[in-house]
C-alpha cells in the first residue's frame, strides 16, 4: 500500500493535476496557451526520468529473474542514495537562484510576516498529521466494505485525498493567470515525490523488518516512464494548450481504469 500510494500521487500530481492546471490556465490566458517558463518543466522532467530509469531497470531485472535481482534491496539503497545525492545538487542550485527566471509572488497586504506564518505551517503540519493518522486507520475498514481493489486505493483515493490542498493550490493559481506559479507547486510535488520521498522511504524502510524498494509492478513501471515521456513534451517548450491538459487528465483515467479492475 505504501509503494502504491507514493506512486499514485507522483501519478495524480504528474497526469491529474498538472493537465488540470493546463486546461484552467490555458482558459485563463488570451491566446488559449498557457505560458510559463521552460528551466523547472525540464529540470523536473529530468529528476522524473532518473527515477523511472531505476525503477525500470530495477523491475526489468526482477522480471527476468538475472543475478541482479537477488539483489534489489541493495541495488535499491545505492538507487536511492543517488537520487537524492542529484536531487540536493538540483534543490542547491535552485535555492541559489541559478534556475534561470524566478517565481515571484505577488505583493499582497495579505501576506503573513515571517514568525506567524511558520507558526501557522508548524500547526497545519500537525493537523495534516492528525487527519492523515486518522484516516489510515480508517481506511481498511472503507475499502473492504465498498470492495474497493487496494490498488485503486492508493493510486486514486490516497493519492488525491493525501494531496488535496496541494492540488487545490496548484489549480486555483493557473486559473488566476499566474502559471509560472502554477506550474512550480505541481511540478515540484512530482520532483519531491519521485527523487526524495521514494529514496528516503526506501532508506529509511531499512530499520524494519519489511524492506521498500525500487521493484514495481510492470504495468505501474511502464505507466510511470510513459508518463515521464508526456510530461516532458507537453511543458519542455514553456507552453501548453488545453487539448493537452485533456491529455494528461485521460491518461490518468485510463490508468484509474486500470486500477479499478485490479
Not at 229 to 242: E, L, M
Amino acid at each position: 500500500m505504501a509503494q502504491t500510494s507514493i506512486l499514485g500521487s507522483l501519478f495524480a500530481n504528474a497526469l491529474l493535476v498538472l493537465g488540470v492546471a493546463i486546461v484552467a490556465g490555458a482558459r485563463r490566458a488570451g491566446d488559449g496557451c498557457m505560458h510559463f517558463g521552460k528551466r523547472l518543466p525540464n529540470d523536473t522532467a529530468i529528476l522524473l526520468l532518473l527515477a523511472s530509469f531505476t525503477i525500470v531497470v530495477l523491475g526489468l531485472s526482477d522480471r527476468v529473474g538475472d543475478r541482479a535481482s537477488h539483489h534489489t534491496v541493495a541495488i535499491s539503497v545505492i538507487g536511492a542514495v543517488v537520487l537524492l545525492l542529484v536531487y540536493g545538487a538540483w534543490l542547491w542550485g535552485y535555492l541559489r537562484g541559478e534556475r534561470g527566471g524566478e517565481v515571484a509572488l505577488e505583493a499582497s497586504p495579505q501576506h503573513l510576516a515571517l514568525v506567524p506564518a511558520i507558526a501557522l505551517l508548524a500547526c497545519a503540519g500537525i493537523g495534516a498529521a492528525l487527519v492523515s493518522d486518522w484516516f489510515v486507520s480508517e481506511l481498511d475498514p472503507a475499502v473492504t466494505s465498498l470492495g474497493i481493489s487496494k490498488a485503486f486505493t492508493g493510486l486514486v483515493i490516497v493519492a488525491i485525498a493525501g494531496n488535496a490542498v496541494e492540488n487545490f493550490v496548484g489549480i486555483s493559481l493557473a486559473a488566476k493567470g499566474q502559471a509560472d506559479l502554477a506550474i512550480s507547486v505541481i511540478k515540484n510535488s512530482v520532483a519531491q515525490i519521485a527523487v526524495f520521498l521514494y529514496p528516503a522511504l526506501v532508506l529509511l524502510s531499512l530499520l524494519f523488518d519489511t524492506r521498500l524498494t525500487f521493484v514495481v509492478n510492470p504495468v505501474l513501471t511502464g505507466a510511470l516512464a510513459l508518463t515521464a515521456i508526456a510530461v516532458w513534451s507537453i511543458t519542455g517548450d514553456g507552453r501548453a494548450v488545453a487539448f493537452e491538459g485533456f491529455a494528461l487528465v485521460g491518461l490518468y483515467v485510463i490508468l484509474a481504469a486500470l486500477a479499478w479492475y485490479e
